[in-house]
């Protein structure tokens, strides 16, 4: 592997000062991703800029009934806190189902966001990937993608996002915060994914040089009653294939406020705004759930071998909706 | 009870009783050192670099700008590397093309080996060998497999294991049946890989050839080695004290090669690891399979018409042969049987040796296709197997050794509750899971080759058995030091096991599910020599007295019978339609394997190969890309095997199963426990949802399309 400098940062601007003095720089949390692709030669940093100091690992409840959510806290941590768990139930359950207890124990909440696909393309420097290398081509498009994208995707890529955590986190309306040279900015995790279109390589909208300081989670009653459910080819220590997280308010058979996102169907977290759409004011019955779910994947986009994601995704809004309502009588 | 008398008591019963791992402080302290961790002063490291192209000729090795990196000392290729011979037959037949490193130009598959960069250090190794330029001339290549072939053929048949048995008028007897199963099977390709990857260093000492490995058979390695460098064997050692698995995977591989081929160039100790990306493309794997099973009986289940083809894959450069249809050829009788195993030639990596070759993709089709029988003659699974117990080898008519293969279902029945399985499928559900139940037959061969062992009476008591023995974690080690104290009647205290050393002469590999009943025929027999001398009377010498064994006549005057061991597998497992998810809740394996020598050891060893079969079941997968050739997803995140919380409680037992006529009484249990796993898990599967699943493994979104569970829905 290329040889690399190391430094350890200890306050925010100093990262951010050392990450502009060297664009081959690459920010290190836990390292569970990084690493593991410098170790295979797709990312060859030239720095790394240790985060893990920084202090950025406190969980706060804000004034208006929220959370903030710092960069470098755990995994373990987030999944543990008593806040998280009390008022976003999902969350907590979305990042339990990831990695293993080791991997929480040192991966962060801003390495979680930044975290790179799993397609097997990408992560195999001998193959073609427009991810990696722009304009390659990308061969899961013809080859192997029953993992892949089935909404939103392009004929540039059709990678899914490997996270959990941001699942539900665009259910709830995550507004991700941070800092640059020229000072601090936020943007909403709706707007932090960028489309892929015809630049799959460009997979944030951070502008360069920016440091992930944190994450403020707005109130959303909605949230207390909520569950995320996740699909993987064994019962622990993989990736999804379909993940949902769902919350639901239902008032006299009515569902007054409903939140979906679905995961690892497309290159983000994916909000199913418009399944919401025909949910709320609406009966919260198996057959709204159903409907709701076939609006949303109405714009599905499957390959030969992906198209079972419509079918999961479907059954996943009945089943956790479905149980939501129930939680929700009792 | 403490032992301190000085060998005049006789003390037998070690085998049979449990006993831990000898090395086992070793292993979980991190004491015990591996072959990719020894140092040795002067190492240099070598890295492999492997082709890109699935098929065509190596253009140019553009060398210069490496060897001017930091560090590195050479780089390897068909175009400067030492000449090896590979025109010779081992005890496993002709050496693998791999392993005849760069020979010639021409690339065969992707990841065949282009290239060796060694360095000073593993990094500047693998930073050059990432860096070098190869050019190609590419070539149009085939990797897809798929039943039927156009250029599938048979091999031709070998006397020993045929590629094609045939007796009956199969027509007729299958129009005769008032009752056909005709169904096609697929398994994936799979991979072997071990926790502790391949790794071999490679040294000139004194003029012998030193290698420290990690093996299956360090004298196997040590002759292959001399016979690729035209070396004297006598001149070759090869070492494998700790060995973190192999599975069929660590025989000769390009790694030693390689450590040999740079060793001699540099004249300093080289080394050589290969990464898990290139194992999936060097150290063969299990092929995929398809195969295609009719089953004719009558109304009472009775057969009378066998079936079984199979189909596998071959490289270009080798024929091996994944002979997934042998199993029939003990198992079940008929008047009409035929099998045959038929390959097709691909740009594709040589498959090889996989734990259970043949048995574990061929019990999945054949236990499934007949729980598929049973069900269509409304008989018991378990009832079914009874009627068609055969009283000879149907193919080679010969009498079984034993064949407990009723007494392991009627005790597995009778542990698993098997009696009150309500047969109907998709009739229970525990919330948003279906659960059913299956079982399958499980066998393997009980076979033993030729080896040697020398048993030293030490002066102070003490005995040192000396045996090119592996443990490749299987708890070898210890097991031998029980036989070797019963035969010399001491304690196992007393014995001072040696294995794992080429230079203590010819001895079978771990492999075939024969080392532990081939080592401990020649450590027996070098014991019970040793001992009537002892008994003679007379003094030790200081040099001790020893005595050596060989065990080849012995094996050749072995009656001709049909040796097996026998097991009966059940499982449960809960099935989400909706999700497509397949939990397996319980497993039970009941198996006569012979004589149990190390009960600890021996269920750890079932109930490994019963993951294995749930991980198959379920979980087991490589992809090979069309358009490149290559392996997808080559690394254990994308190859899945079963994770801990898949792994439910598991029990594995065991009947008696003496064999009189035996002179050792042990059958072996290296692949048995993997044999039948998973067609019980896609039975139970059936049962469960009332679908049948042909195609491993079964994944979720199989599951999902596949929908099923109606009945227990309504």
Redesign the interface.
Known sequence: ???FGYRRAHDVHGAVALLAAEPEARLLGGGTNLVDLMK??VERPALLIDVQDLPLDRIEVTQDGGLRIGATVTNSALAADPEVRRRYPALAQAVLSGASGQLRNMATVGGNLLQRT?C??F??????CNKRVPGAGC?AI???H?NHAILGASGHCVAVHPSDMGVALAAFDAVVGYETADGPGELPLAEFYLPVGDTPHLETALPSGALITGLRLPPAPVAAVSRYRK????????FA?GSLAAALDVHDGTVREVRLAFGAVASRPWRARTAERVLTGGPASAEAFAAAADAELAAAEALP?NG?KV??MR??V??LLTELTEEAAR | MTTTTTGTTAVTGAVGAAHTRLEGLAKVTGAARYAGEIPFAELAHGWLVLSTIARGRIRAVESAPVLAMPGVLAVLHHGNAPRVDGNYTGPLGAPDPVVQVFQHDRVPYAGWPVALVVAETPEQAREAAETLVVRYDQEPHEVAFAAGHPDRYTPENSPQSPAETEKGDLAAELAASAVVVDAQYTTPEEHHHPLEPHAAMARWDGGRLEVVDSNQGSRFVAEELANLFSLDPASVRVRSEHVGGGFGSKALRPHQVLATMAATVLQRPVRVVLTRRQMFSVVGYRSPTAQRIRLGADADGRLRAFDHQGESVTSTVREFIERSADMGRVMYDAAAHHTVNRVVRLDVPTPSWMRAPGEAPGSFALESALDELAEKCGLDPIALRARNEPAAGPVSGLPFSSRKLLACFQEGARRFGWADRDPRPGRRRDGRWLLGTGTAAAHFAARAAPSTASVTAEADGDFIVRIAAADIGTGARTALTLIAADALEVTPERIRMRIADSDFGPAMIAGGSMGTRSWAWAVTAAARELREQLALGGGIPPQGITVRSDTTAAIAALAQKERHAFGAQFAEVAVDVTSGEVRVRRMLGIFAAGRIVNPLTARSQFIGGMTWGLSMALHEEAVRDRASGAPVGADLAGYHVAAHADVPPIEADWVDDPDEDDPVGIKGIGEIGIVGGAAAIANAVWHATGVRHRDLPIRPDRVLLAGGGDRAAG
């Open positions: 592997m290329r040889e295979t030669g799993r097997g393309y992560t195999d420097p001998a193959a073609a061969p013809e080859g192997e029953h699909v993987r080819e064994r019962a622990s220590y993989a294939i071998h079972y079918t999961l059954n996943l009945v089943a």
